[in-house]
């Protein structure tokens, strides 16, 4: 299942994406996903382009109309400080 608002990718994960990324597990925080969880497609430190993360590990930056990991958002805006 997909987010009904364009160009905003969100996703209830099944049983299929559930096993297909706990491979590697959530690129921002780390932990595993589980069926039902909420990902989005969002960009962060690593290589490449967007990857799916946990929702609450991003932050929906509206000057580019994307989803950010929450740390790399933070250290880049200088909130991540003190």
């Known amino acids: 299942m997909?987010?009904?608002?364009?160009?905003i990718?969100?996703?209830i994960?099944?049983?299929e994406?559930?096993?297909t990324l706990n491979a590697e597990g959530c690129p921002a925080c780390g932990r595993?996903?589980?069926?039902g969880d909420t990902a989005v497609a969002a960009c962060g430190a690593w290589e490449g382009g967007?990857?799916?993360?946990?929702?609450?590990?991003a932050v929906f930056d509206r000057k580019t109309?994307?989803?950010v990991e929450r740390k790399?958002?933070?250290a880049v805006r200088g909130w991540g400080g003190a």
């Open 65 to 67: 109309a994307a989803f």
């Open 13 to 15: 994960l099944d049983l």
């Open 50 to 57: 967007a990857r799916l993360i946990h929702e609450n590990e």
């Open 2 to 7: 997909t987010s009904d608002q364009p160009g």
């Open 72 to 74: 790399c958002y933070e």
């Open 32 to 35: 595993k996903f589980s069926l």
């Open 9 to 11: 990718r969100k996703v």
């Open 17 to 19: 994406k559930v096993n």
